[in-house]
T-cell receptor
Framework: AQTVTQSQPEMSVQEAETVTLSCTYD???????LFWYKQPPSRQMILVIR??????QNATENRFSVNFQKAAKSFSLKISDSQLGDTAMYFC??????????????FGKGTKLTVNP | NAGVMQNPRHLVRRRGQEARLRCSPM?????VYWYRQLPEEGLKFMVY????????ESGMPKERFSAEFPKEGPSILRIQQVVRGDSAAYFC??????????FGPGTRLTVL
């Protein structure tokens, strides 16, 4: 079974600075997907970024980028130029390569990020 | 393109009553997933459905919980004879074939 570990329950950062959230996972699969989801106080789950394991290039979405280290089974999220609206819970999630259909997401316990003015 | 819709957003039930949670996937999405989030926890997978079929229910409690995704209409997560431990946020997600799942706003169930 796959597991996802987020070792930082809480983090804080000053507005406009950069912060990195950690995520490690355990799997015997060679093909899979990794995701970061954001859950602001509204509780809505919002997709931040996605990484395919077969791609060596790290995914980037505007101010959000990942550092994917497949051998180390590490998938960290970097937020640049932090904004107050980035305050949220951030969840790392793993999905096996779908075989014909789809697969469930396995989530970590989350990191609560606070951006301070 | 409307997102994943869930209703009700908040549901209060007394112990022993039934709870029905509804989810309408995004247009064009044929895969629906239900997840449960307990306070201060991440989301836990419950069930994965396609139209008229349950594909994976490995995360569903064996008793009192059921799910369906009929040919017409929304997916329904049904909890019979609710207990206080069922209080949680229940999220539905949908996807097209495989890969990225998009989440609804969730239903917060409170059992008194």
């Amino acid at each position: 079974a796959q597991t996802v570990t987020q070792s930082q329950p809480e983090m804080s950062v000053q507005e406009a600075e950069t912060v990195t959230l950690s995520c490690t996972y355990d799997t015997s699969e060679s093909n899979y997907y990794l995701f970061w989801y954001k859950q602001p106080p509204s509780r809505q789950m919002i997709l931040v970024i996605r990484q395919e394991a077969y791609k060596q290039q790290n995914a980037t979405e505007n101010r959000f980028s990942v550092n994917f280290q497949k051998a180390a089974k590490s998938f960290s999220l970097k937020i640049s130029d932090s904004q107050l609206g980035d305050t949220a819970m951030y969840f790392c999630a793993f999905m096996k390569q779908p075989q014909g259909g789809s697969e469930k997401l396995v989530f970590g316990k989350g990191t609560k990020l606070t951006v301070n003015p | 393109n409307a997102g994943v819709m869930q209703n009700p957003r908040h549901l209060v039930r007394r112990r022993g009553q039934e709870a029905r949670l509804r989810c309408s996937p995004m247009k064009g999405h044929s895969h629906v997933y239900w997840y449960r989030q307990l306070p201060e926890e991440g989301l836990k997978f419950m069930v994965y459905l396609q139209k008229e079929n349950i594909i994976d229910e490995s995360g569903m409690p064996k008793e009192r919980f059921s799910a369906e995704f009929p040919k017409e209409g929304p997916s329904i997560l049904r909890i019979q004879q609710v207990v206080r431990g069922d209080s949680a946020a229940y999220f539905c997600a949908s996807s097209p074939m495989g890969h990225t799942q998009y989440f609804g706003p969730g239903t917060r169930l409170t059992v008194l």
